[in-house]
């Protein structure tokens, strides 16, 4: 299902309206490669806190692990933010958990609070156990500056899906979200991630403890992350999640693929 087309302006405007002050780039680009490709190219120009890449399409788009992200034109939104990290770039792996926050509460709004999204350890926001969208963060640089950039995939339109990923994901549509407004999302979901970033700079992933047990898609579920199976029971302060094996021991397992157990194999595309 195509979409009103991306428009720039109105996205600069919601920006501003949520939060006022000195207006970042924002540029949309009808096909593309990949987003954060490009939001990476923008830093190394010159680096600008708050820049914003968005795409109609991309024909390279990537998930974590170099997965592929699906997104045919005028469908969904894809999206990438540029952040200048300062002292605290060693802490930055658990920001992605924190984007996902931002993301879920936008596509709730978007969908006008008919549906509940929850966040996947560690990079994913799902809706009635499918994945809605995807968050990948890379490190650049430019002009001396260490860089970050948050890519942010978001199924908006999209109703079909290829075989593979058809019982995996969904998308606002999908999920009965009709007519919705890409350039509002995009709007709320970079304010929200700036915003985000201010406070997590200065209190780290603390402040959201909280809503992430509540968005928890994880806990309870069997899962298995590269070497470690058992239950996941929640995220630990530091970002890790935390996985009850089946001889009782609590592990915390800093990154990896999570498989879900309790649902049939599935290739691990996105």
């Known amino acids: 299902m195509s979409c009103a087309a991306l428009d720039g302006a109105r996205i600069v405007a919601r920006i501003a309206q949520l939060r006022p002050g000195p207006a970042a780039p924002v540029i949309v680009k ?93 990079n994913d926001v799902l809706v009635e156990r499918r994945k809605i969208a995807g968050v990948l963060i890379e490190g650049a640089s430019g002009q001396g500056r260490a860089t970050l950039v948050v890519g942010v995939g978001v199924n908006v339109g999209s109703r079909s899906f290829p075989p593979e990923l058809s019982e995996l994901a969904t998308s606002l549509a999908r999920e009965g979200a009709l007519d919705v407004d890409r350039s509002l999302v995009a709007a709320d979901i970079v304010a929200g991630v700036l915003d985000a970033w201010d406070a997590f700079a200065s209190a780290g992933l603390e402040p959201w403890l909280g809503e992430l047990a509540r968005r928890d898609a994880l806990r309870g579920r069997s899962v298995r992350v590269e070497a470690v199976s058992g239950v996941a029971e929640g995220i630990a302060p ?16 800093v990154a990896g693929h999570v498989e879900l157990l309790d649902l049939p194999a599935q290739s691990p595309a996105r």
Do not use: M
Request: hydrophobic letters at 40%; a positive charge.
């Open 30 to 122: 009808a096909s593309t490669g990949s987003t954060n490709d490009d939001a990476k190219a923008l830093a190394r120009s010159g680096p600008v806190h708050g820049a914003v890449v968005l795409a109609e399409a991309q024909t390279h788009g990537r998930g974590r692990s170099g997965s592929r992200w699906y997104s045919p034109a005028g469908e969904n939104l894809t999206l990438s933010i540029v952040l200048l990290p300062g002292a605290i770039g060693a802490s930055t792996a658990t920001f992605s958990l924190v984007v996902g926050l931002c993301v879920a509460r936008a596509v709730e709004a978007a969908a006008g609070g008919s549906l509940r999204a929850g966040v996947k350890w560690p």
């Open 238 to 253: 530091d970002g890790r999640l935390l996985v009850r094996t089946p001889p009782g021991d609590l592990v915390s397992v």
